[in-house]
């Protein structure tokens, strides 16, 4: 299976301030998405990290809220931007790609903003 | 359009106790169905997959029959353990994943 691997696994951040949560997947993963996970809830798709390019975001989130970046096949970041108590959730890194058409997930990073 | 919908949670049963939880889908295709479990402070974890019409997966003692008349996937475990308790997910893939809500399952000993 896939290897994906996140940071930071968690953190507890400011109202207002922004975080970076890095991905780093292995060469099995064509392709990346990222997913947020509010307290007790499924999973909701963010955006499809395409390589080189704009992310693609799902309705109801936007790139200035949440900017994406992939400059290579195996690394992507998701900022989280201007906080607010509302943001906090675990937000997850995942990945598909090979012939088994499974999605890989990472451990995922538990967001807290006070 | 696609959706997953799957039992509410939590349940709550006692080791060696025999799990049903049940997953209907909507789909536009033929999609891939699947399990993710999610234990504790961890991320999803794939558990089984079926990729088509009559397909069973099993893995550590869970099966789910992908059955197209009934649009579903329903997840069995004959006996299950304490080491059981987690969040279950079930998922179908077409042109994306659509995930269930999650199901919690507490296994007392």
């Known amino acids: 299976s896939a290897v994906i691997s996140q940071k930071p696994s968690r953190d507890i951040c400011q109202r207002g301030t922004s975080l970076t949560i890095q991905c780093q997947v292995d060469?099995?993963?064509?392709?990346m998405f990222w997913y947020r996970q509010q307290p007790g809830q499924s999973l909701t798709l963010i955006a499809t990290?395409?390589?080189?390019?704009?992310?693609?975001?799902e309705s109801g989130f936007v790139i200035d809220k949440f900017p994406i970046s992939r400059p290579n096949l195996t690394f992507s970041t998701l900022t989280v931007s201007n906080m607010s108590p509302e943001d906090s959730s675990i937000y997850l890194c995942?990945?598909?790609?090979?012939?088994?058409?499974?999605?890989?997930f990472g451990e995922g990073s538990r967001l807290t903003v006070l | 359009g696609n959706s997953v919908t799957q039992m509410e949670g939590p349940v709550t049963l006692s080791e060696e106790a025999f799990l049903t939880i049940n997953c209907t889908y909507t789909?536009?295709?033929?999609?891939?169905l699947f399990w993710y479990v999610q234990y504790p402070g961890e991320g999803l974890q794939l558990l089984l997959k079926?990729?088509?019409?009559?397909d069973k997966g099993s893995n550590k003692g869970f099966e789910a029959t992908y059955r197209k008349e009934t649009t579903s996937f329903h997840l069995e475990k004959g006996s299950v353990q304490v080491s059981d308790s987690a969040v279950y997910f079930c998922?179908?893939?077409?042109?994306?994943?659509?995930f269930g809500s999650g199901t919690k399952l507490n296994v007392k000993p």
């Open positions: 995942s990945g598909a790609g090979g012939y088994t058409g499974e999605l890989f």
């Open positions: 060469s099995q993963v064509t392709m």
């Open positions: 990290a395409n390589q080189g390019s704009e992310a693609t975001y």
């Open positions: 789909a536009t295709g033929y999609p891939s």
């Open positions: 079926a990729t088509k019409a009559d």
């Open positions: 998922a179908l893939s077409e042109d994306k994943f659509y």
